[in-house]
């Protein structure tokens, strides 16, 4: 009871993470593998912004999701869009892994590798949730994880907006006779994404600190997390999360805490290998 | 045949381009000792790199006048690799042809270096942690150390895990530093006839450790060691003690938690948290030499334990050179460091550190050599007075 | 036309092929010389420079079996450096631990790691593109944690070490009574350099020889699309499951080299760095080009390892101490404009700038061999048993796609050496008619039959194998390939050469690919494209883009050929064309199934017509009789009625 408690508290994280993921791949067929880092710096720009005391939380908060989604758009237009022109390109993949390592190198230089106190959005403590002890940090992680992924189902089932990232990625060239633009689409997904990997960013740092490599541990589960859910339904990530979660957490207790995260990597493993399209990832009719 | 011949021609000017990086060695002069630094300056881990080099250049400005040497520094970039560290060690040694290297720092790519530095015949001081760099077995061994070694720090965690009747686990980093902390502990453990309850280990960079925790907890664990390489991953496993609620009587951990711990955890993860080291970490040393650093540097030490370790190395170095005047004889060099007197950091003594067996600076034998340290209410770092004390009468 | 004698070009064309093959046997020996030489003085101040050369050869080796998988095959492994470390633990650990002997060792772990590789590719079949390359990195992850946890190697106190071995180097190879020594000691000769290099000259060989071959063009094809790749009679499955076996068996040797060149292995050099780090000098070099992952091996790690990038960090230091990019960043930088500037890696990007280098015109036209011959020699099929004038019958077959019926009750039958064409509105379910034939999609019912015998349920390749080939609706062609090359892909060889073969590439590969340049040069010809052969496909015009498609399809020497609107996008000339072309391979006894919307054509070239509506069958007989069918007309009326005229 236990490991599946504090498995779905964890969960959280990786699905918030994981929720960027799919928003991008369900729009632009992409996915961001610089994610870990720009989950890193949405942590350093809480650094930076937590020294303007003249601005309240919300202000603050609100300040690094916003420069977290318009670097979103940036990274999608000059490391994303020219690198995936057409079904056969892959090259986004590496463009992003590239990144990946630009940002990592850059923050390592200007701040260190050492961790460094965030006190923006920190809850320590612990609360109990049914007789567990939970990490309060990880409970409103959790809690944001599973409103978004609340909101973006009910965006996408009851508003245009869901028809639309869905139909840019299946038939790109009829979305743009009707007048909407896919590489919109495409930048807002990403600034979207990338906003939520932001807003992750500050909430994780604040519990462990800021440090360059903040989101590489993160960004590895937040991918098994949304391969196991399914990288094409807003459900995806929030189930998978809890799959993955609760199958780390269990094994970890009862094989000790390293064969925790092997035995969920090895599970996004079975998962693509027995279902490609993730546990409620809806099949892709393959198109000749 | 065209675009063969032009890649060809890009290879041949990258290839050269490199080769010319290489030959930047200058000439040696004779008399002035050239001591070659090797650390990961563009590795992920930049900082066991500045913190060699930097008091390197405090202690040699400190020593050289007052051993009458003229010192020259030569310093190369391992990469943070341990391939990096293998073609660092071999420009040091045949390139630049120094007479003494120190580092590198990080266990492994200390490992990869070993049995080649061993077999160049050239005095080698160390700071790192992991006891299988030091092959006991090596004569002549060339490797002095003038850190402690994890397996000692274990084996003297060891005598005050076990002083109680406690049930202890452990919880250790999946790195060469934690394994061999916990296996030492392990060791001890069996020759105390006492029995580790719990072993968990964790990933650097893991975001939760409460599995571990409830894992030691469920074993009925009231002591825990701590073998962790970051001070994250230390906040990471008291966060988890306090949230899985083990009701632990004292948590042993060591000298890594200064670089970043207390930046981290909060008052309550404090409470019954100690180290055990054998440096005067709140001695007037300590804050001299953080002082001049900050002077000299900007801020403040990163890795303060290692900064005191080097030091150490270069005055045991510089010492046996003066002592021999010739710093080309590398075994007179060896013998003078086996049979120096003492070594100092400053103000700090130690009293026949080495000798023909024993290239460790510090023995485990010796409980009073060793210090227990812990955290006052606002997180400072307090001394609780030494290991033997401890045990006698509990700090 | 060129007016030389056929044998004195044909020799060239002998001469050239050897020379180089001669020609890159000659570089990379004269490589291997070069580093070979400082190895061997004994001087210690070459050392690191001999380590760093060695690591060149182990990345590049590791790269060359990388670029088959993701540069040709396009399937982008993210673990490349897991096969690495499992090459160099393995036989490290079998001839330290197990006590074999390290050659054994060495040939025990490329094998296992082969096995390891293909056994993964069997898992993953289904995915492609991102889901594969995420395997991978799983893969690559989880090694990098057994390599740190798994006692018996030794984890982060390296293999082997001072604690369960003894010593924390492994011995030295023993063979013919020398040893040999690693790089590691001043005054030492590094033999074992040299047997690395012998090796890798070998491995380096047989990849081109393989990147070259008709294999590797059965990657290409599957990494173009594996639709086209199964109908050009490639097993795909098989194929897939092998290629990443013989990349994981190169990773592995990479590791092996690795090993031996360190004596020692540490799990901190085995991180998803070194992954990346391969797949870096894949694309840097040039993907799917044959000497692209060897420059970029030797750049990428010459950048990682010396000091080349110094001076560009040392310059951004100056105007800013905190902000700046080392060479990690820098390396990123590089990836991301390489991407960016030279998609096609710097040996392809070259390439495509010879080609468009003027005064490199076409060189001479294909030789003047009888294109009747050849066309001939393509469709020579067997006389027709008596009394069984049926190639191919398609009877009562339906088919439905998530409750869509796509197919009902078809009935199709083609006579040998006859045109039967099959018209219908869009939507009528022809282009799945074809699929079902060469077997895209199972049947859900009926039987398909050809000579004779039943093909539904066997593969694609299979029933290519056994004689059908095909053309597709939007021409399915190596774009940034010659034409001759398109064409020299539809030979049997491309599903059928044994990997062992294309590796070793004996004299008869060279006889072979003489041939079939001369076949291929035939059927050009034969299409009318005979002074294209080194023309880009992709810059043809679309009506020879076409024409290239059959011309690729007749090289299977099909007793069937399926045309899937051939006629689509061409003007009245090209068509006319066409339809003369039909003729006369009908003339030589080939069958073909044209799938068609242009009455002209079909009315012109068509024994029989099939109409087809919503899935169904409308109407069959002549074309006379079928255009004149009431049913008919009113399915084709105001729908197709532009395109009729």
């Given at each position: 009871m236990?490991?599946?408690?504090?498995?779905?508290?964890?969960?959280?994280?990786?699905?918030?993470?994981?929720?960027?993921?799919?928003?991008?791949?369900?729009t632009?067929?992409?996915?961001?593998?610089?994610?870990?880092?720009?989950?890193?710096?949405?942590?350093?720009?809480?650094?930076?912004?937590?020294?303007?005391?003249?601005?309240?939380?919300?202000?603050?908060?609100?300040?690094?999701?916003?420069?977290?989604?318009?670097?979103?758009a940036?990274?999608?237009?000059?490391?994303?869009?020219?690198?995936?022109?057409?079904?056969?390109?892959?090259?986004?993949?590496?463009?992003?892994?590239g990144?990946?390592?630009?940002?990592?190198?850059?923050?390592?230089?200007?701040?260190?590798?050492?961790?460094?106190?965030?006190?923006?959005?920190?809850?320590?403590?612990?609360?109990?949730?049914?007789?567990?002890?939970?990490?309060?940090?990880?409970?409103?992680i959790?809690?944001?994880?599973?409103?978004?992924t609340?909101?973006?189902?009910?965006?996408?089932?009851?508003?245009?907006?869901?028809?639309?990232?869905?139909?840019?990625?299946?038939?790109?060239?009829?979305?743009?006779?009707?007048?909407?633009?896919?590489?919109?689409?495409?930048?807002?997904?990403?600034?979207?994404a990338?906003?939520?990997?932001?807003?992750?960013?500050?909430?994780?740092?604040?519990?462990?600190?800021?440090?360059?490599?903040?989101?590489?541990?993160?960004?590895?589960s937040?991918?098994?997390?949304?391969?196991?859910?399914?990288?094409?339904?807003?459900?995806?990530?929030?189930?998978?999360?809890?799959?993955?979660?609760?199958?780390?957490?269990?094994?970890?207790?009862?094989?000790?805490?390293?064969?925790?995260?092997?035995?969920?990597?090895?599970?996004v493993?079975v998962?693509l290998?027995?279902r490609?399209?993730?546990l409620v990832?809806?099949?892709?009719?393959?198109?000749? | 045949?065209?675009?063969?011949?032009v890649?060809?021609?890009?290879?041949?000017?990258?290839?050269?381009?490199?080769?010319?990086?290489?030959?930047?060695?200058?000439?040696?002069?004779?008399?002035?000792?050239?001591i070659?630094?090797?650390?990961?300056?563009?590795?992920?881990?930049?900082?066991?790199?500045?913190?060699?080099?930097?008091?390197?250049?405090?202690?040699?400005?400190?020593?050289a006048?007052?051993?009458?040497l003229?010192?020259?520094?030569?310093?190369?970039?391992?990469?943070?690799?341990?391939?990096g560290?293998?073609?660092?060690?071999?420009?040091?040694?045949?390139t630049?042809?120094?007479?003494?290297?120190?580092?590198?720092?990080?266990?492994?790519n200390?490992?990869?270096?070993?049995?080649?530095?061993?077999?160049?015949?050239?005095?080698?001081?160390?700071?790192?942690?992991?006891?299988?760099?030091?092959?006991?077995?090596?004569?002549?061994?060339?490797?002095?150390?003038?850190?402690?070694?994890?397996?000692?720090l274990?084996?003297?965690?060891?005598?005050?895990?076990?002083?109680g009747?406690?049930?202890?686990?452990?919880?250790?980093?999946?790195?060469?530093?934690?394994?061999?902390?916990?296996?030492?502990?392990?060791a001890?453990?069996?020759?105390?006839?006492a029995?580790?309850?719990?072993?968990?280990?964790?990933?650097?960079?893991?975001?939760?450790?409460?599995?571990?925790?409830?894992?030691?907890?469920?074993?009925?664990?009231?002591?825990?060691?701590?073998?962790i390489?970051?001070?994250a991953?230390?906040?990471?496993?008291?966060?988890?003690i306090?949230?899985?609620?083990l009701?632990?009587?004292?948590?042993?951990?060591?000298?890594?938690?200064l670089?970043?711990?207390?930046?981290?955890?909060?008052?309550?993860?404090?409470?019954?948290?100690?180290?055990?080291?054998?440096?005067?970490?709140?001695?007037?040393?300590?804050?001299?030499?953080?002082?001049?650093?900050?002077?000299?540097?900007?801020?403040?030490?990163?890795?303060?334990?290692?900064?005191?370790?080097?030091?150490?190395?270069?005055?045991?170095?510089?010492?046996?050179?003066?002592?021999?005047?010739?710093?080309?004889?590398?075994?007179?060099?060896?013998?003078a460091?086996?049979?120096?007197?003492?070594?100092?950091v400053?103000?700090d003594?130690?009293?026949?550190?080495?000798?023909?067996?024993?290239?460790?600076?510090?023995?485990?034998?010796?409980?009073?050599?060793?210090?227990?340290?812990?955290?006052?209410?606002?997180?400072?770092?307090?001394?609780?007075?030494?290991?033997?004390?401890?045990?006698?009468?509990?700090? | 036309?060129?007016?030389?004698?056929?044998?004195?070009?044909?020799d060239?064309?002998?001469?050239?092929?050897a020379?180089?093959?001669?020609?890159?046997?000659?570089?990379l020996?004269?490589?291997?010389?070069?580093?070979?030489?400082?190895?061997?003085?004994?001087?210690?101040?070459?050392?690191?420079?001999?380590?760093?050369?060695a690591?060149?050869?182990?990345?590049?080796?590791?790269?060359?079996?990388?670029?088959?998988?993701?540069g040709?095959?396009?399937?982008?492994?993210?673990?490349?450096?897991?096969?690495?470390?499992?090459?160099?633990?393995?036989?490290?650990?079998?001839?330290?631990?197990?006590?074999?002997?390290?050659?054994?060792?060495?040939?025990?772990?490329?094998?296992?790691?082969?096995?390891?590789?293909?056994?993964?590719?069997?898992?993953?079949?289904?995915?492609?593109?991102?889901?594969?390359?995420?395997?991978?990195?799983?893969?690559?992850?989880?090694?990098?944690?057994?390599?740190?946890?798994?006692?018996?190697?030794?984890?982060?106190?390296g293999?082997?070490?001072?604690?369960?071995?003894?010593?924390?180097?492994?011995?030295?190879i023993?063979?013919?009574?020398?040893?040999?020594?690693?790089?590691?000691?001043?005054?030492?000769?590094?033999t074992?350099v040299?047997?690395?290099?012998?090796?890798?000259?070998?491995a380096?060989?047989g990849?081109r020889?393989?990147?070259?071959?008709?294999w590797?063009?059965?990657?290409?094809?599957?990494?173009?699309?594996e639709?086209?790749?199964?109908?050009?009679?490639?097993?795909?499955?098989?194929?897939?499951?092998?290629?990443?076996?013989?990349?994981?068996?190169?990773?592995?040797?990479?590791?092996?080299?690795?090993?031996?060149?360190?004596?020692?292995?540490?799990?901190e050099s085995?991180?998803m760095?070194?992954?990346?780090?391969?797949?870096?000098?894949?694309?840097?070099?040039?993907?799917?080009?044959?000497?692209?992952p060897?420059?970029?091996?030797?750049?990428?790690?010459?950048?990682q390892?010396?000091?080349?990038?110094?001076?560009?960090?040392?310059?951004?230091?100056?105007?800013?101490?905190?902000?700046?990019?080392?060479?990690?960043?820098l390396?990123?930088?590089?990836?991301?404009?390489?991407?960016?500037?030279?998609?096609?890696?710097?040996?392809?990007g070259?390439?495509?700038?010879?080609?468009?280098?003027p005064?490199?015109?076409?060189?001479?036209?294909?030789?003047?061999?009888?294109p009747?011959?050849?066309a001939?020699?393509?469709?020579a099929?067997?006389?027709?048993?008596?009394?069984?004038?049926v190639?191919?019958a398609?009877?009562?077959?339906s088919?439905?796609?998530?409750?869509?019926?796509?197919?009902?009750?078809a009935?199709?039958?083609?006579?040998?050496?006859?045109i039967?064409?099959?018209?219908?509105?869009?939507?009528?379910?022809?282009?799945?008619?074809?699929?079902?034939?060469?077997?895209?999609?199972?049947?859900?019912?009926?039987e398909?039959?050809?000579d004779?015998r039943?093909?539904?349920?066997?593969?694609?390749?299979?029933?290519?194998?056994?004689?059908?080939?095909?053309?597709?609706?939007t021409?399915?062609?190596?774009?940034?390939?010659?034409a001759?090359?398109?064409?020299?892909?539809?030979?049997?060889?491309?599903?059928?050469?044994?990997?062992?073969?294309?590796?070793?590439?004996?004299?008869?590969?060279?006889?072979?690919?003489?041939?079939?340049?001369?076949?291929?040069?035939?059927?050009?010809?034969?299409?009318?494209?005979?002074?294209?052969?080194?023309?880009?496909a992709?810059?043809?015009?679309?009506?020879?883009?076409?024409?290239?498609?059959?011309?690729?399809?007749?090289?299977?020497?099909?007793?069937?050929?399926?045309?899937?609107?051939p006629?689509?996008?061409l003007?009245?000339?090209?068509?006319?064309?066409?339809?003369?072309?039909?003729?006369?391979?009908?003339?030589?006894?080939?069958?073909?199934?044209?799938?068609?919307h242009?009455?002209?054509?079909?009315?012109?070239?068509?024994?029989e017509?099939?109409?087809?509506?919503?899935?169904?069958?409308?109407?069959?007989g002549?074309?006379?009789?079928?255009?004149?069918?009431?049913?008919?007309?009113?399915?084709?009326l105001?729908?197709?009625?532009?395109?009729?005229?």
């Amino acid at each position: 009871m236990d490991a599946v408690v504090s498995g779905i508290v964890l969960a959280g994280l990786y699905a918030l993470v994981g929720q960027g993921l799919v928003l991008t791949f369900v729009t632009t067929r992409t996915l961001n593998f610089a994610s870990g880092e720009l989950l890193a710096v949405g942590g350093f720009l809480a650094l930076g912004v937590g020294s303007w005391s003249w601005l309240p939380t919300p202000g603050k908060l609100a300040v690094v999701v916003l420069v977290g989604g318009a670097l979103g758009a940036v990274v999608h237009r000059w490391l994303v869009l020219p690198f995936a022109r057409g079904e056969h390109d892959s090259r986004w993949l590496l463009s992003t892994v590239g990144i990946s390592y630009v940002l990592l190198n850059l923050f390592t230089n200007g701040e260190g590798a050492n961790p460094q106190r965030v006190e923006l959005t920190r809850n320590p403590g612990t609360v109990e949730v049914l007789g567990v002890g939970v990490n309060k940090q990880s409970l409103v992680i959790a809690v944001i994880a599973v409103v978004v992924t609340l909101a973006l189902v009910a965006a996408s089932r009851w508003t245009s907006g869901g028809v639309i990232m869905r139909a840019v990625a299946e038939d790109p060239r009829t979305v743009a006779l009707m007048g909407i633009s896919p590489r919109l689409v495409g930048a807002v997904a990403y600034a979207a994404a990338t906003a939520l990997a932001a807003l992750a960013g500050v909430l994780w740092a604040s519990e462990v600190g800021a440090t360059p490599g903040l989101g590489v541990h993160v960004l590895v589960s937040a991918f098994a997390v949304a391969v196991i859910g399914g990288l094409t339904s807003f459900w995806g990530p929030l189930v998978g999360a809890v799959v993955f979660g609760v199958v780390v957490q269990v094994s970890a207790y009862e094989l000790g805490a390293l064969w925790g995260q092997v035995a969920g990597l090895a599970l996004v493993i079975v998962v693509l290998v027995l279902r490609p399209e993730g546990l409620v990832g809806r099949r892709m009719e393959a198109k000749l | 045949m065209k675009k063969f011949a032009v890649a060809a021609l890009a290879v041949a000017s990258v290839a050269s381009l490199a080769a010319c990086g290489n030959d930047s060695s200058s000439e040696r002069e004779d008399g002035v000792v050239r001591i070659g630094l090797v650390g990961p300056e563009t590795g992920a881990a930049p900082q066991f790199y500045t913190d060699l080099v930097r008091p390197v250049e405090l202690a040699v400005a400190d020593l050289a006048d007052e051993y009458g040497l003229e010192v020259e520094i030569v310093t190369v970039d391992d990469k943070g690799t341990p391939d990096g560290a293998s073609a660092a060690v071999q420009q040091l040694l045949n390139t630049e042809d120094v007479d003494a290297i120190f580092g590198p720092p990080q266990s492994g790519n200390a490992l990869q270096v070993a049995d080649v530095i061993q077999r160049s015949g050239r005095p080698w001081l160390s700071a790192a942690l992991a006891p299988e760099i030091m092959d006991e077995s090596l004569d002549p061994n060339w490797l002095f150390r003038t850190n402690y070694n994890a397996s000692d720090l274990s084996s003297v965690v060891a005598q005050y895990l076990f002083s109680g009747d406690s049930t202890v686990g452990i919880v250790h980093s999946a790195d060469a530093y934690g394994q061999s902390g916990a296996e030492s502990i392990e060791a001890e453990a069996e020759e105390l006839g006492a029995e580790i309850a719990a072993v968990e280990a964790i990933q650097p960079g893991t975001t939760d450790f409460s599995a571990g925790i409830s894992r030691l907890a469920a074993a009925g664990v009231d002591t825990v060691f701590l073998a962790i390489t970051a001070g994250a991953d230390t906040a990471t496993v008291t966060k988890a003690i306090a949230q899985e609620g083990l009701a632990a009587d004292r948590v042993v951990t060591n000298a890594t938690i200064l670089a970043d711990f207390a930046t981290l955890a909060d008052p309550e993860q404090w409470e019954n948290l100690v180290f055990i080291d054998p440096r005067d970490l709140t001695g007037d040393t300590v804050a001299g030499i953080a002082a001049d650093y900050e002077a000299e540097y900007g801020e403040a030490p990163i890795i303060p334990t290692n900064v005191y370790s080097w030091m150490a190395a270069v005055d045991t170095y510089l010492q046996a050179v003066a002592e021999v005047g010739d710093a080309r004889d590398f075994d007179g060099v060896r013998e003078a460091m086996e049979g120096l007197e003492q070594v100092s950091v400053r103000d700090d003594v130690y009293e026949k550190p080495f000798g023909a067996g024993d290239h460790e600076i510090y023995e485990p034998e010796d409980p009073s050599q060793w210090i227990v340290f812990g955290f006052d209410g606002e997180g400072a770092l307090e001394a609780r007075g030494d290991l033997a004390s401890c045990i006698a009468d509990g700090c | 036309m060129s007016p030389n004698p056929a044998p004195s070009l044909l020799d060239r064309l002998r001469r050239g092929e050897a020379a180089r093959d001669l020609g890159f046997l000659v570089v990379l020996l004269a490589a291997a010389a070069w580093i070979a030489v400082p190895a061997l003085s004994g001087d210690g101040t070459t050392l690191a420079g001999t380590q760093t050369a060695a690591v060149v050869v182990a990345v590049a080796v590791a790269a060359a079996g990388l670029n088959l998988l993701s540069g040709h095959a396009r399937l982008i492994s993210l673990g490349q450096g897991a096969f690495f470390a499992i090459g160099a633990y393995v036989s490290a650990y079998l001839s330290v631990d197990s006590a074999l002997h390290p050659l054994v060792a060495i040939v025990v772990a490329l094998v296992v790691t082969a096995a390891f590789g293909g056994l993964l590719a069997l898992c993953t079949m289904r995915l492609r593109g991102p889901a594969f390359a995420m395997v991978t990195l799983v893969v690559a992850i989880l090694t990098e944690r057994v390599l740190a946890e798994w006692a018996p190697l030794g984890r982060l106190s390296g293999y082997p070490n001072t604690l369960d071995h003894g010593s924390g180097l492994m011995p030295p190879i023993e063979i013919f009574g020398t040893s040999l020594e690693p790089p590691l000691f001043a005054g030492t000769e590094a033999t074992v350099v040299v047997a690395i290099l012998v090796v890798a000259v070998v491995a380096l060989v047989g990849y081109r020889n393989v990147a070259r071959s008709p294999w590797g063009r059965s990657l290409h094809a599957i990494g173009t699309s594996e639709h086209l790749a199964a109908h050009l009679g490639v097993n795909v499955f098989g194929r897939k499951v092998a290629v990443m076996a013989l990349a994981s068996t190169y990773g592995a040797l990479g590791g092996v080299f690795y090993a031996q060149v360190f004596a020692h292995l540490q799990p901190e050099s085995f991180t998803m760095l070194l992954s990346i780090t391969m797949i870096l000098a894949v694309i840097l070099g040039g993907a799917g080009t044959v000497a692209g992952p060897l420059v970029g091996a030797v750049i990428i790690v010459l950048l990682q390892r010396t000091d080349v990038l110094t001076p560009l960090v040392d310059l951004q230091r100056q105007v800013s101490d905190t902000w700046y990019l080392s060479t990690p960043g820098l390396i990123g930088v590089l990836l991301v404009l390489t991407l960016a500037f030279l998609p096609q890696g710097i040996v392809g990007g070259l390439g495509e700038l010879a080609h468009r280098l003027p005064g490199r015109a076409a060189p001479a036209a294909a030789p003047a061999a009888a294109p009747q011959a050849a066309a001939a020699s393509a469709t020579a099929s067997s006389p027709a048993p008596d009394g069984d004038d049926v190639l191919l019958a398609v009877r009562g077959v339906s088919k439905s796609f998530g409750g869509i019926k796509a197919v009902q009750a078809a009935e199709l039958v083609v006579r040998r050496g006859t045109i039967h064409a099959v018209i219908g509105p869009n939507g009528a379910g022809k282009t799945t008619v074809a699929n079902l034939v060469t077997g895209v999609y199972g049947i859900d019912s009926g039987e398909i039959t050809f000579d004779g015998r039943r093909i539904d349920g066997r593969r694609t390749h299979a029933i290519v194998r056994a004689g059908v080939a095909r053309t597709f609706q939007t021409p399915l062609l190596f774009t940034h390939a010659s034409a001759t090359e398109n064409v020299l892909a539809g030979f049997p060889d491309t599903g059928r050469l044994p990997l062992v073969r294309a590796w070793l590439k004996d004299p008869g590969q060279y006889r072979r690919t003489r041939e079939l340049q001369d076949r291929a040069a035939a059927l050009l010809e034969l299409v009318g494209l005979g002074g294209d052969g080194h023309v880009e496909a992709g810059s043809l015009p679309y009506g020879k883009q076409r024409a290239l498609e059959i011309a690729r399809a007749l090289a299977s020497d099909p007793r069937l050929l399926i045309l899937d609107e051939p006629a689509a996008g061409l003007n009245t000339a090209e068509t006319a064309e066409l339809g003369r072309l039909m003729l006369t391979l009908r003339a030589q006894g080939l069958a073909m199934v044209v799938v068609e919307h242009h009455m002209d054509l079909v009315t012109q070239v068509s024994d029989e017509v099939t109409c087809m509506e919503s899935g169904a069958v409308l109407a069959h007989g002549t074309a006379a009789e079928v255009l004149a069918e009431p049913a008919v007309v009113e399915a084709y009326l105001g729908v197709e009625m532009e395109e009729t005229a």
